[in-house]
């Protein structure tokens, strides 16, 4: 399963990277094995409107998992892409320039996975 991951660089930015979260098939269906999280919420924007949020750092090591609506996230360099439902993205730019994100399909409702400190992302590259 595809996770589009944002990061800080060495250069200060925000960068995409592309990680492939391992499935294993079994009766239930293709699953991957437990990711450890510290807290899960909600975030719905029907009552903010259209929202942007400039160049900002993630607050926090997290999934966004879009389930209404679609956003822009804009990183170094200009480079742009939009998300939408069924997109699994990883907030991890915790320094640096951060990133833009621009609601461009809206209102979004969003479910956010807090990871635990112990998660090792270097089994998904």
Known sequence: MLVTRIYSGEDGLSHFEELDLPLTISAAGAMSSPISIESIFVRDTSEAGPVVWDYHVAPRRQFAIHLVGRTEIEVGGGVKRT???????????????????????????????VLADRVDLDRWR
């Open 83 to 113: 998300f939408g439902p069924g997109d699994l993205l990883l907030a991890d730019d915790l320094t640096g320039q951060g990133h833009i994100s621009r609601e461009v399909e809206g209102p979004r409702l969003q479910i956010f996975a």
